[in-house]
């Protein structure tokens, strides 16, 4: 559907979280990069599954397990169409981007990097695409090695072959900053990558529900992303590998439903995605996720990158009204992400003030604390938008930002 023609009015209608008062005033929620509001088909489908199937799945002998098994399996094949992979098995359904990074880090990583081996990661990833790797190149003596960001928030894009010697064995990087807004070039790192072997891991945390996202486009080996950033609920999330990487990697959390047999001394494992999924996997998390997704189809993921980024551009413009303000991140094209720094106000402050007129901001260093460093700042005081977001609420934000900057002077 295109943006002109989605009735954004009755698609705001849907979040029933919307219509409260915080602190005495209307809540306008820019927080979405955090984590994103569901609408009323996300909610009742996980009403209506704990209602009427809640069950174990692949266990019992039993109608409801069936049930509960099959719409299980149902959200892994919605999953899969979603970001365009060959087919559900690539699925694996996680907690959300952290746990599927860590995932890759532990099992791929674990058989597949050594001694002297290079992860390729950039300046501007958040802890979740870093830590993990840190972890791994301590245990096994792996290097790591940083693509930079310019003063625009691109990446230094001119030293990308420069940094992608034959050493490296894997590059890790975000399609979209959830600090800067950045839109990364995921294709043309991809077949850079590929030129010297090296495995690409995507980090889709904050693109999955925002824009298109399609596998076989991007040429990743691995995307990870999460389901409460895209109207789904906590908790839920997945990792696509490609089938030949899922089924070269050994498991990473040993019991239950990823095993074929046991013995005291030694176990068969499942193919991929199963052997992956240890214990009693978030059923009603992936199969909310799978009616997020159906709700975003339906008013059609070209729709609401065009609607987020006119929010953006609308939102950018009216920043520039304001004196004594720093916007992080590139002037052009950018995901719905607005961070910038406010002269004589720390973050937390000027959220706390934006709080207590209803309006939810994200203030820190947003898990982004080498990229804060890198811009000589704290932290930054984050506004971020989703289609259910109106250009009203951003006019009240900048209301609130000129109150705060008189208060504050
Ligand atoms: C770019 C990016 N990567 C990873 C994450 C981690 O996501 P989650 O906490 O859902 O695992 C976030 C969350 O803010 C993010 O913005």
Request: glycine share 10%; aromatic share 8%.
């Amino acid at each position: 559907m295109r943006e002109n023609l989605v009735d954004w009015e009755k698609v705001r209608e849907e979040f029933p979280i919307r219509d409260q008062q915080v602190h005495g005033h209307p809540l306008v929620y820019f927080d979405n990069a955090a984590t994103t509001q569901k609408p009323r088909a996300v909610l009742e489908a996980l009403r209506s599954y704990y209602e009427h199937d809640n069950a174990n799945v692949h266990r019992g002998l039993h109608e409801l397990s069936s049930r509960a098994t099959e719409a299980y399996e149902t959200a892994r094949a919605t999953v899969a169409k979603y970001i365009g992979a060959a087919n559900a098995d690539e699925i694996v359904f996680t907690r959300g981007t952290t746990e599927s990074i860590n995932l890759v880090a532990q099992a791929w990583g674990g058989k597949f990097l050594g001694a002297g081996d290079v992860i390729l990661l950039t300046e501007m990833e958040h802890h979740s695409n870093l830590v993990p790797w840190q972890l791994l190149a301590e245990r096994i003596g792996a290097r790591l090695r940083f693509v930079p960001v310019r003063d625009d928030g691109t990446l230094a894009l001119e030293q990308i072959e420069q940094l992608l010697t034959p050493d490296v064995k894997l590059f890790a990087f975000t399609h979209v900053s959830n600090s800067l807004g950045t839109i990364n070039p995921v294709t043309e790192l991809c077949e850079k990558a590929k030129a010297v072997g090296a495995v690409t891991v995507v980090d889709a945390a904050q693109s999955a529900g925002h824009l298109p996202v399609d596998v076989q486009e991007l040429g990743c080996d691995f995307l990870a992303f999460s389901g409460h950033k895209m109207g789904g609920p906590t908790g839920s999330g997945a990792l696509y590998g490609r089938a030949e990487m899922l089924n070269a990697m050994p498991p990473w959390h040993g019991v239950g439903e990823m095993i074929v047999s046991v013995t005291l001394e030694k176990s068969s494992f499942k193919k991929a995605p199963h052997r992956f999924e240890a214990g009693t996997p978030n059923i009603a998390g992936a199969i909310g996720l799978a009616a997020a997704i159906d709700y975003i189809e339906g008013i059609g993921r070209g729709a609401i990158f065009e609607h987020d980024a006119e929010l953006t551009s609308y939102a950018m413009e009216r920043f520039a009204e304001l004196s004594g303000m720093r916007i992080l991140g590139p002037a052009g094209e950018r995901g719905a992400i607005v961070g910038f720094v406010m002269d004589k106000v720390h973050p937390h402050d000027l959220t706390t003030f934006a709080d207590q007129r209803g309006l939810a901001l994200r203030g820190g260093h947003h898990c982004n604390q080498p990229l804060m460093r890198r811009f000589g700042v704290p932290g930054t005081t984050r506004a971020s938008f989703y289609f259910y977001n109106t250009k009203d609420e951003i006019d009240r934000m900048i209301e609130i930002l000129r109150d705060a900057a008189r208060f504050f002077a």
